[in-house]
């Protein structure tokens, strides 16, 4: 009986693999209305912690790119982990706009905020100059501060982007100029700027719509973010987006990478190369793509449960149980996400992937993790997983286990090789015996 359960379940399995291939990406497909022209791009519902996390749409997101001034993310990622690190505040402690500050930026086009030699800021002022705007004085002065030198920094953000698993991005500036060994992906833009809404005080510099700057040593300014969908007075306002960081360079493109929330609901966006349908540049085109995006998920999708707790999912042949052959398997915890308004959950599919395919002797404990139920829609887009836990302890039979042992006893290869040795030891004794008498009485004939 016990030979048929661990038959039954390797086949059921087996078929199941067949039938349902893996997915790598739980992507859907647009439909045919929502445009989006950027070469890569990613969108993702933001759950209550990194692991509920769900990519919605992809396209190309682990093709590297230059990401432009979406480097910003990474630069005020670091900036403020180091702050944090070295117990700095940064309403006091300040970096100083210096004639190494101005030679980095000079002759490169990018856009200032009209720093002279010898300003004195605030890093707060600093660095909320560097996210919201582009900045590149403010920017290099700001790296300077936190770590002595522009290299020092670049080579602290480099180890920190492999630190957060961006296995696809090298930074060589920190102003987002395209240069040879500056690239990330739309997936690794996603880490990061998932790892940065960990700092309240970094979201909200990214979600300014206008700032004022107080220098300790410098003209006062007011100033104004360049995301203009944060701002109600452009075109591209957008009113449900919380934060984000634009960038834009001649061989990235128009890059964004944000986040928006609407009704309880949160989604984030990164497009790197948007553009016009041509190909041409179009100003506005990565807030076009933004807000296509996340149209679409606020409209689409809604969030249900599809696994309950302590729900039976499958089960797990037993050998050494007296009473029993199998345990069945639940889930170790609910599992919901975000998925098409139309879904109908019955229609989702399981599929239980057991740690081994073989029978697990008792005693077997409560709530003891012996695989995962995966989860699919439509076959091939995989939406989750739970880990499968034993429901109820099993005990171990003695008698079993005795009887076992006996067993492996007499049908192990052992036995009989000790067996067959030993009759080899008797007959050669019987052999010898017999050669041993002829020889005795043949002596004794001798004698007479």
């Not at 445009?35 to 996390?53: E, F, K």
């Not at 909320?128 to 002595?148: F, I, K, N, P, Q």
């Not at 020092?152 to 696809?168: K, T």
């Not at 984030?268 to 076009?288: C, K, N, P, Y």
Request: charged letters at 20%.
């Amino acid at each position: 009986m016990k030979r048929f359960w661990a038959i039954a379940a390797a086949a059921a399995l087996l078929w199941v693999l067949l039938v349902t291939p893996f997915a790598a990406g739980a992507s859907y497909v647009l439909p045919e209305e929502v445009t989006v022209n950027a070469r890569s791009a990613l969108l993702m519902y933001i759950g209550s912690d990194p692991t509920q996390d769900a990519v919605l749409f992809e396209r190309e997101a682990d093709v590297r790119r230059s990401p432009s001034a979406t480097v910003r993310v990474m630069v005020g990622l670091y900036a403020i982990r180091e702050i944090r690190a070295r117990n700095l505040d940064i309403d006091t402690a300040t970096g100083v706009y210096d004639r190494s500050c101005y030679l980095q930026i000079t002759g490169t086009g990018l856009g200032v905020m009209g720093m002279q030699i010898g300003d004195t800021w605030t890093l707060r002022d600093l660095l909320t100059a560097s996210m919201a705007e582009t900045a590149a004085d403010a920017c290099v002065t700001l790296c300077t501060a936190v770590a002595g030198s522009v290299p020092a920094f670049l080579d602290g953000m480099n180890h920190l982007a492999r630190e957060i698993g961006c296995n696809d991005t090298a930074f060589a500036n920190v102003t987002g100029l395209d240069a040879l060994g500056q690239y990330t992906t739309a997936r690794d833009l996603a880490k990061i700027m998932r790892e940065a809404m960990e700092y309240p005080e970094l979201v909200a510099m990214m979600g300014v719509r206008n700032y004022e700057v107080n220098p300790i040593v410098g003209a006062k300014q007011q100033r104004a973010t360049v995301n203009s969908m944060l701002r109600p007075i452009t075109d591209s306002y957008y009113s449900k987006l919380e934060f984000g960081r634009t960038g834009y360079a001649d061989e990235a493109g128009r890059c964004m990478v944000s986040v928006a929330k609407d009704g309880g609901y949160r989604y984030m966006t990164v497009v790197l190369g948007s553009a016009a349908a041509d190909g041409t540049d179009r100003a506005i085109a990565h807030f076009e793509d933004t807000q296509n995006l996340y149209e679409w998920a606020f409209n689409n999708f809604s969030y249900k449960i599809l696994l309950s707790e302590g729900q039976p999912v499958s089960q797990l042949p037993v050998d050494l149980a007296w009473s029993q052959d199998t345990v069945v398997l639940v889930t170790g915890g609910s599992f919901g996400t975000v998925v098409p308004n139309e879904l109908d959950v019955s229609t989702v599919i399981w599929k239980p992937v057991l740690n081994s395919d073989e029978a697990v002797d008792a005693p077997i404990q409560k709530d003891t993790d012996y695989g995962r139920v995966e989860l699919y829609i439509q076959l091939d887009q995989k939406i989750g997983e739970v880990p499968m836990i034993a429901g109820a302890s099993v005990e171990r039979s003695n008698v079993l286990l005795l009887w076992r042992g006996v067993r492996r006893v007499f049908t192990s290869v052992w036995l009989y090789v000790g067996i067959g040795l030993f009759l080899l030891l008797v007959a050669g004794y019987v052999a010898l015996s017999v050669v041993h008498n002829r020889r005795r009485r043949r002596r004794k004939r001798g004698r007479k």
